[in-house]
């Protein structure tokens, strides 16, 4: 099985967006986080139609990319600042009760700047894309 989310990542509740790694190949990664609906952000975005903040979406695939890069370095992981974010697009919301399933590749690697690509899926349909890229510091 897979170590805890918290022995990968820094993050920490109230802002870790991810409960699990449900895979991971060489250069992939899959987790899921399930949202119960009490988290804070959907008390205020929106009042009576919460929409899980597309910037929490993007934070849930950044710690996904940190964990697929804390496995793929075994003697330890540097802190990774993401850099660059590119070619983000939103298809749907996502609501309370949503299952977020992520899936982050790891694309290029040249020094310390790591090069990914992520999606996340609900319910089998697509909800964000993005590229980013991250340096290990």
């Known amino acids: 099985m897979f170590p805890e989310i918290k022995d ?54 950044f710690q996904s990319g940190a964990a697929l890069m804390a496995l793929k370095n075994k003697e330890g992981s540097r802190l990774g600042v993401v850099t660059r974010v590119q070619n983000a697009k939103f298809k749907s919301m996502v609501r309370p009760g949503d299952t977020l399933e992520m899936e982050v590749e790891l694309t ?6 790591s090069y990914m690509k992520g999606s996340t899926r609900v319910n089998g349909k697509v909800v964000l894309v993005i590229e980013f890229a991250v340096a290990s510091i």
Not at 21 to 46: W, Y
Request: glycine fraction near 6%.
């Open 8 to 61: 990968l990542i820094p993050q920490r509740a109230p802002f870790l967006f991810i409960d699990k790694i449900t895979a991971f190949e060489d250069k992939k990664i899959s987790t899921s986080l399930a949202l119960t609906g009490q988290e804070d952000f959907f008390k205020g975005h929106f009042p009576g139609n919460p929409i899980m903040p597309g910037v929490l979406l993007q934070e849930a695939l």
């Open 108 to 113: 290029d690697s040249i020094s310390n700047a």
